[in-house]
């Protein structure tokens, strides 16, 4: 079949491909390379929020005596208010969340906070001035002091809590503290017993190792026994080698042995500059060092009756904060409503590991608390009634 001018440009413009272009000039300049900054112009603008009631913030809030930094993003700010408590302790979110979030945002005017000692807060501030919050009671008024900005800035009377893995400690005092705040709390990856979580997540690797023969991480776990050890032992450098090779086994990210995915997408955000991109290891190592001691000793046994709605994300093969010791745990949760949501093919990253999952139950489990509460756009409370 033969085309002539006219057609062939219009089955190209009909099919979305590009026209072949005449032989560059040789006096026009070489275009610049590709860069990392373009990536992030691309990305930003991929999920740029346009919608008339929409909102779209990065900005530097004045709490506990120092710039703490928020993104707020949502198509529309009549929805109700998720804020996310990220993990680590140091491992911002922000930094990686345009990776699953941009769904969210049809539902929820997601917040996600950068705490003391970790990513852009870290890296707007010094060390010492950081310090005298560098507890959990501290870090529990910073979280206090960001709801309290939240519902007075955007109108709300309560917003949902996030919690995920260090974040869950956090997010789990608000919850006992401040039912009145919340619509309804959600952990993520829940801390219940850091110790008992650490000796189970530390055999199953050396289980996993020991079925494979792989003699090096048999050594290395074997160089860590007993671990967690007695209370005091539960090093920074302890703690990395068990990871190692937990990591390794697919305890953190089901199927995947490490975190390199996760690392490099951070490199593409486009709420991080280099210089913050480069505060996220230094802020985590800081924040562990304060963190990590009282960590240790974290154990909810005795803290089961909460006030507010309770919501457990679960991945099956989550041994980084056991699976098995917060489902243990959850059972004995008594609260107004109470759910456990299972991840069949995720760890400890469920929200990155099955994404469509993680929103089908903000959506249609968590969300209608708010909804029901009168905290959505009207159209959606007259539907509720």
Known sequence: MRLHGLALMALFAFSGASLPTRAADPAMPAPKPFSRDDARAIVAQSRRIVSPQGIEEVRQVDIGGISQWISVRGNDRRNPILLYVHGGPGAAEMVESYGYQRPWEDFFTVVQWDQRGAGKTYASNTPEAMAPGMT?????SDAEAVIRYLMATYGKKKIFVLGH???SVVGLEIARRHPEWLH???????IANQRESEAIGYQWALAQARAEGNQKAIR???ALAPYPGPPGHLTIERIGAQRQWLMYYGGLAWG???FTPFDDARKLSPDYSDAELAAIDKGSLFSLTYLLPPLESIDFAKQTRFGCP??????????STSHEVAADWFAKVRAPVKKLFWFEDSAHMMMQEQPGRFLMHLVNDVRPLAVAAGDAPPSEQASAK
């Open 136 to 140: 959990i009671d501290g870090m529990v």
């Open 184 to 190: 309804a709390y959600l952990g993520a990856g829940q």
């Open 256 to 258: 995947r042995r490490d």
């Open 220 to 222: 290395d776990l074997d």
């Open 165 to 167: 893995s260090w974040g």
């Open 310 to 319: 309770m919501f457990l994300f679960n991945g099956r093969h989550d041994y």
